[in-house]
Structure formats: C-alpha cells, structure tokens
C-alpha cells in the first residue's frame, strides 16, 4: 500500500530497541529490553498483568519516553523525536487500544475518517468537511472490516466486537505501517474476541502491515501471532516463533496453557 517514506530505504527494520528502560518510582516497567521487529512480521507481546507491554508499546510511537536505551520505529529515533517529527511519525502507526477510544457520539463513518486527519487540509478545529474521496475510502475500509450497514449509526450503539471493528478501521484510514494493538480484544467476549483478533491480522496481512500486540492470554497469542515475545517484570524472558514455543516452559512462565497449541 504505502510506500516506504523517509529514513526507512534499505533497511526492513520497523522497530528497534536497545537498552530500553523505564521505571515508575521503584518499578522497573521496562527494564533492558533489546526487541528488533521486522517489517511484515506479527509479533504478539505476551505477559501477564502489569509485566510492561504497555509501556513498552507507548515508547513505540513516542507517549512514553524512555530513562535510557535507544527506541527507532521506522527510521525515526523515537526517544529523541519532537513535535513535527513526532508527529509525522505518529501518523504513520495506527493504533487499537482495549477500549477502543471512538467517539460514541459521532457516526462510525466519522469515526472511521478521523484516522485520516493526517490527510485534511482545513480548519484545526471546528467542523472538517471531508473530501468524497475519503468518504469512499472509509466506506471500503468499513466493508473490508464488515460494518458497511452500519456506516450513519451512532458508533455508541455498536457492540464492543463491532466498537473494535471500527477501531481497526480507523487505523488502517491511516495508511500506517505499524500497527500497535494492546490488548486489543481483552473487553470482549471470547467469541467477538476470536473474530476481531481474526480481521486484525487479516487485514493486516493483507496490506502487508507490521503488527505489534499486546495479549495476557497465551492462548490467543498462540493462535494468532507468528511471533511471540514473552514479557516479566519488564524484561523479556522469551523470544520465539510461535510454531517453536516450548509449551512446557510457558506453562512454567504463564500457568495455564491450552494443550493443543498448534
Ligand atoms: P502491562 O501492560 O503488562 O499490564 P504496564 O506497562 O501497564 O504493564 O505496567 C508495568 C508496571 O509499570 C506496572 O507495575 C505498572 O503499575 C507500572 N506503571 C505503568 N505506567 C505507570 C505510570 N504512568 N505511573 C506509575 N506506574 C506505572
Ligand atoms: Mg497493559
């Protein structure tokens, strides 16, 4: 889809972190961590409750900075970047966050077109009037994720596995390269669940996306990752493809774990 932009030709590395730590008092959230993502690759970040795959994924498009180490995300030397940089990075990462973060009272096409304001010439506030263009292409965003229906409906009438359709949608409005997903379906039931998880890494897949996310449940990381990083108390503990988890040691690391994993 998008091109490769500026500062990231020749190289297939879209994130890169070297040393990064960040601590919160005596909480050492991130504590060294070395993780390299290749473009192309879905890599689910596993761990329990309150291990640092947040923080970790926030120093990715700049919320967080990091006490020391280095953090590249496409190109950019994130923990250094400020304001028009930043931002133009930020433009290039879509987003889906547990809570969706939509505007319930606006349409789900309005929210879906807001992932393109990146795009829009015009007023910073007051009312941006889109172009038709866009609105076709948020309509065809809105179809790939199966909510075309319901384009002029409140977005807070939506159930949650619908409210995340949409988010995903709104992200790929974007044109990202990097897409950060934390716990992008832990509000939802486990069937929505399964079906959101299910059109974020189609889509993804599709569009040739580098996807980065968050789950503290094994078993959907083993079912819809490729990849899995295994966090604890902030440092990374394991690093595999999916296909080659030792399940033994993730029980060790992460108590229950389905018996057929692959
Ligand atoms: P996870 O996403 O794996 O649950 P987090 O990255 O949210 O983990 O948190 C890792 C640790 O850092 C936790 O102990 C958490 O309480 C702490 N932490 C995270 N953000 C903050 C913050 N803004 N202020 C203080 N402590 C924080
Ligand atoms: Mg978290």
């Known amino acids: 889809m998008t091109g490769r932009s500026e500062g990231t030709e020749g190289t297939d590395v879209v994130v890169s972190t070297r040393g990064l730590a960040k601590s919160f008092g005596d909480v050492h959230a991130c504590a060294r961590i070395d993780l390299t993502v290749n473009r192309g690759e879905i890599v689910g970040v ?3 409750s309150g291990s640092g795959k947040s923080t970790l994924l926030r120093h990715f498009n700049g919320l967080t900075r990091p006490d020391a180490g280095e953090v590249r995300v496409l ?4 923990a250094t970047a400020r304001g028009r940089r930043l931002l133009a990075l930020r433009r290039r990462v879509g987003v889906v966050f547990q809570q969706f973060n939509l505007v319930g009272r606006l349409t789900v096409l309005e ?5 393109a304001l990146g795009r829009v010439r015009g007023p910073r506030y007051g009312i941006v009037t889109w172009p038709r263009s866009l609105r076709q292409e948020a309509l065809e965003h809105l179809d790939r994720v199966g909510l075309a229906d319901r384009a002029y409906q409140r977005t807070a009438s939506l159930s949650g596995g619908q409210q995340q359709r949409v988010a995903i949608a709104r992200a790929l409005m974007q044109r990202p390269e990097l897409v950060l ?3 992008p379906v832990a509000s939802l039931d486990p069937e929505s669940a399964a079906s959101v998880m299910d059109l ?3 889509v993804c897949r599709e569009d040739g996306l580098t996807v980065v996310c968050t789950l503290h449940q094994v078993e959907l990381a083993l079912r819809w990752t490729r990849r899995v990083v295994g966090l604890r108390d902030g440092t990374v503990v394991l690093d595999a493809p999916t296909s080659a988890l030792d399940t033994s040691r993730l029980r060790g690391l992460y ?3 389905p018996e057929s994993v692959h």
């Open 181 to 183: 997903a934390d716990e």
């Open 200 to 202: 974020l890494v189609r």
């Open 46 to 48: 596993l761990g329990p």
């Open 255 to 257: 108590g229950t774990v």
């Open 111 to 115: 929210n879906v077109l807001t992932g």
């Open 75 to 78: 190109g950019v030397d994130v």
